[in-house]
């Protein structure tokens, strides 16, 4: 086991590049003199989509903030497992692309392929953070000192959840209306947001108890 | 309340390479043999854009760089609300390129679009800094030792003066003359840059004055 | 010999965002109304190019991170040499790119271009590598407590290796078929990933023995 | 005076992302069926340009490390001045891209204004170097105990003779000939990367022998 230093660091650095790189997407309209307003609004789509990515992105940095400061170092395997995690990150700003580029551009049936990509991406993405999840629970030595057993196996679960109810949303996407899909993104985003925020603050309260026994 | 280490390292990962992307939208002009020098001079407005914009980043890495050094540690919440700062930096590129774009090829209509959407987006980059300062007031357990309430409140006021200084900036761009609102963004600017140094010398002096006591 | 804590966060930074850059070959395809799905399968050998050069980043950044794991510091010289693998890694979306290109609009004779250049800059990437260990090995003094003479002498064979493997597999690729030098260049990567592992479990175990006795 | 962390942390990132963007003007040539191979050569002065660039922005990084150990903090004032020598660096992308744009398809006067716009950006550059080594000159308390008095002084003369002999080169290559100008620039990089290690052997001389006695 060595230190996660740089490991947090190389992660970091793909976060915030990936944060940064979506405003890329958001490109100034081609206008003829006089109608920039017009082709300021007809780009709302992607503004939309690069949005809902950077909360995602930020989502997941907040998450990932959340494990490294749970484990005390790193094994090769441990940090193979993050690059799949990276992986996951690095590739958001595609399907984000191809979300605002059916929204501006196609029809309905384009619509259901961009929120069915998108849903599968995030679907898939999940399946590393369980296998991380899972390797941290059977190498007790990595975690720190304030982190139990039960606790990792509550974490467990949160990809597990992600894995099915995106590849769900996916689903609805395709078979219903791609609004629903969408719709059905936006609060996954929303419940990620939320539990990590809820893990922490367990944490806090135990660790203000044990502070104060 | 956990070290803030990364959190500094990765809002400096975003303002790195938000300062740096400013860069991609100095294009090579497209040029005709021997017409080089021609192409370069037409692009005069860019190079105007690029250069505010990169003091205006740089100015709020100033910023930001005195704000961390103040506080002990990160929250959930501290992360979340610095998450929503980061929003308002990333997306400085893109009034950056509406602002070229209108300078090079629209007219005055076009170029009073560009300036209220950039006053516009300064204005809206305020509010979190509020909230941050407000957040870090009502919880004191964050503050570094040689921070004191009242430092915090003073602190506070730069906020709320951005958010109504730049809107009015916008609003006098509309009403009046472009010219008049490109002129209110880089004072407002000076203003910030002027101002975060003065925050820093009035600290210092009191670090001074607590050694030699 | 001075830290090298700026030397891996500059490399840190590097890697990070070459890996994240990769993400933007990944275009939206132009596509008629209706006919999105058919335009992303038709974009199928980019993903293919995307994921191998993403693994293959990663694999140089675990290699990376060992090699400063077994150094106490830097010198300009190792800062130097460090900057020529950084070279290496920097130039990867290039070949990348090419190899998409040729994958999705040229025959085979572009192809077989674009697999040569591929696995000759593979081959000219490992040089660098090569020159950093022998210089480790004939600077005692930078060599971490834990790290002997006869491991570092080890670790010189392996660029060695790439350099004559990467080399050979432009030339089948070349005389032979592009195919068998694009199964060439993944079997080498796979290759880099499972030594550097190796490698390390090798230390894990000295360490981990030392730490009984 | 604060640590310097951050700012070095800041300004890696800066370095970093410059040197990586360089790559993305190395763009795939579109090409012909079959014609993959010529397209390629055809870019031969898009690879000059960018080996020469990243050649130049490692210089400045071996720099810039140097000059960030010989101090022990930051103040606003030496933030600001930092902020300025990235502003230097953060452009160079841009008269690399006109260079190689103009070697590529303009004829000697494009090229004569390519060189001359490069000389000067690199002689403009020089300026905040001279600002800060004056900088810290004037405040003894920013130096690390190992640095006096004279070797700031004896640094300071290299930005000054950087910013002569660059503007020299833009004027020859405009009087005389482009590729004076071509060779000067190489000449300069050279000889910025030669000093910046040969102070460096000086400071380690003096530390070894403060070790000693």
Chains 1, 2, 3, 4 share one sequence.
Do not use: C, K
Not at 34 to 47: I, K, R
Not at 140 to 152: G, H, I, K
Not at 173 to 181: A, I, K, Y
């Amino acid at each position: 086991m060595t230190d996660a230093g740089r490991l947090a660091a190389f992660s970091d650095g793909v976060f915030a590049i990936v944060i940064t790189l979506l405003v890329l997407d958001l490109r100034v309209p081609e206008f003829h003199e006089g109608e920039l307003a017009e082709g300021l609004l007809g780009e709302g789509p992607s503004y939309l989509a690069f949005a809902v990515s950077f909360i995602y992105v930020g989502v997941l940095w907040l998450n990932h903030h959340a494990v490294l400061q749970r484990v005390r170092g790193t094994t090769p395997a441990f940090s193979s497992i993050n690059l799949a995690i990276l992986f996951g990150v690095v590739i958001i700003p595609f399907p984000t692309a191809v979300l605002a580029s059916a929204l501006a551009d196609g029809n309905t049936d384009d619509l259901r392929v961009a929120v069915v990509l998108y849903a599968f991406a995030a679907s898939l993405m999940s399946a590393p953070w369980w296998v991380l999840f899972a390797y941290v629970r059977r190498h007790p030595a990595l975690r720190a000192d304030t982190v139990d057993q039960e606790q990792v196996r509550v974490q467990e679960a949160r990809p597990i959840v992600g894995l099915i109810l995106y590849g769900l949303t996916g689903v609805l996407g395709w078979l219903v209306t791609p609004l629903l899909g969408l719709i059905g993104v936006v609060v996954m985003i929303i419940f990620h947001g939320a539990t990590s925020q809820g893990l922490r603050h367990g944490l806090w309260w135990r660790r203000r108890n044990a502070h104060r026994s």
